[in-house]
């Protein structure tokens, strides 16, 4: 493609303004003319020559402009034909109209017949088909009959039972990229060579070559574009167009790194962040991580978040986060270092603010910390806690001991804490404790092993 001055493209960026005028000035006319005809307001017919004067005036600046938008490349070439010789011709058909109806064109024939109507009509069909091309470009070949009712669908995903059976690309990635891809980046509208309503063509890259490179997210040219920053020239999706939320751009790193950007990685296959865990639940409508549709488990049902004690126990120094919207579930974290000896006693009336939503706390981390054990107590007092982090924490055997009562607990981790043996005994009798994590422990292997072959317990060890 020859080099285009950046005026010209400049110019080009307002055809999708002036279009909408000819498309209104000229279906205003046919609704004049038919008024006309089938009406008794006989007056209107004087307005339908200046309706069409603007409409083909404007539909002139309209192909100007358009043909200046298609020199910046990236568009299916019969496509952009189609849609540039339907948009000559529906202008000069609508000079053609105003000539005849305003008198300046006179053929005896055409007057005798008085061919307004049927004239103003085959311009409005062509006006549609112009139309239809200029959406087939922006948005894609099946934009107009994408959900007309008796067309043949593209089949559903098969509903999920668990949650990790979900295959990220399909169920997660796709419809991302769908929202928020596509509409550039399609079988017509090619913008930098790269098309993505389809993996096979996505993964044939753009101009500038693969946008993403298997397990490599800092070498994948897909991220870098998405992580610039707002106002950068290359931002993906570009300024004017609904950027990616964090939760997005974390599911597609997942995707890279750990499905090794494939379309057959399951959630399940790997160890998948909370973030992007969360939002895979949000967006299948799971209740919450590992709980599924059809699964005997049900989550708590809790109050909305009131805002004025999250803004206390923000302030206290922990973070908050709401693990689906509006289901009043949250997570608590804490920063590492935060408590120490000398500021234990303050901490310790700091977690008094975790009260009035202690029913709600779904996860959480306080892992990095000196926890005393009246900090325990209030941990305990979790009722519906799934997940629990103490790693690198002060916690002992007998702090432990004080979260037996923890009956929702599903994971925990004690990582590099000075817990031993004897801890063993609790965790086992723990009932919905699924998975702990006790490697750089005083735990031997011997006693895990022992531990395991009367317990459903999977322990990593590290060992």
Known sequence: MQEVSDFVLFLGRFHPLVVHLPIGFLMFALILELADNFTKMKHLNAAVPLALLFGAISGTVACILGYMLSQSGGYDEDMLNGHFWFGIGTTLLAFFAWALKSGVLKIAILQKAKPNLALLTVMVILLSVTGHY???????????????????????????????????????????FEAKCVSCHNESKKKGGLAMHTFEAMALGGDGGAIFTAGDVEGSELIRRITLPEHHDDVMPPEGKTPLTEQESALIKFWIEHGQANEVATLGATEV??????????????????????????????NPLNMNVVNTITAAGFKVRELIDGSGLVE?????????ASNMSEWEEHFQSLTPVKDQILWADFGGNELSDAIMVQISGFTNLRKLVLDNTSITDATIQLLASLNSLESLNVYKTNVTNNVLPVLKEMPNLKKVYIWQT???????????????LEIISGV
């Open 273 to 302: 962040p909370e973030d992007v865990l969360a939002y895979a639940a949000s967006t299948l409508g799971f209740a919450a991580a590992g709980v599924g549709k059809g699964s005997s488990e049900v989550l708590p049902t809790a």
């Open 134 to 176: 200029g959406g087939n470009l922006t948005h894609g070949e099946d934009y107009l009959v994408k959900y007309a009712p008796f067309r043949e669908k593209e089949e559903p995903l098969p509903q999920l039972a668990k949650l990790e059976e979900a295959t990220v690309y399909p169920y997660l990635v796709k419809p991302v």
């Open 442 to 456: 005083q735990v031997n292997a011997d006693a895990v092993e022992q531990l395991l072959e009367n317990s459903k």
């Open 332 to 340: 608590i974290t804490l920063d590492d270092n935060k408590i120490n």
